[in-house]
């Protein structure tokens, strides 16, 4: 990974880690944190949502080659096409919400 994608990258996770604290803060306040990690592989970065050690879900993938936000289809694989990108991304929301990548519109 080169600087500017991992830049990139921490910063729509940062992003979206602020957008799910204050969601979960204002609408389920009594439930655990969920916390979002980066495991990446040879060709996507997949974003894991855990609210413990025994509830993880994809919560979407990054294509490291252009840096396309992808919704998951299984936990290894991505569907097709892309919801936002990393490096042009004016909202987090444009892209993703508190439970994943968006739907298409």
């Excluded at 204050?22 to 996507?44: H, I, Q, S, W």
């Excluded at 025994?54 to 919560?59: L, N």
Aim: with cysteine; net charge positive.
């Amino acid at each position: 990974m080169d600087t500017t994608f991992a830049t990139a990258l921490q910063t729509f996770v940062n992003a979206a880690q602020t957008m799910i604290d204050k969601y979960m803060a204002e609408t389920f306040p009594n439930l655990d944190v969920e916390k979002l990690t980066v495991e990446p592989g040879r060709r996507y970065v997949r974003i894991v949502k855990s609210s413990g050690p025994h509830s993880r879900y994809v919560y979407c993938f990054v294509d490291t080659t252009n840096g396309d936000i992808l919704k998951a289809a299984s936990w290894k694989a991505p569907a097709k096409h892309a919801r936002g990108n990393i490096f042009n991304l004016t909202k987090v929301t444009d892209s993703v919400s508190p439970y994943g990548a968006n739907y298409m519109r």
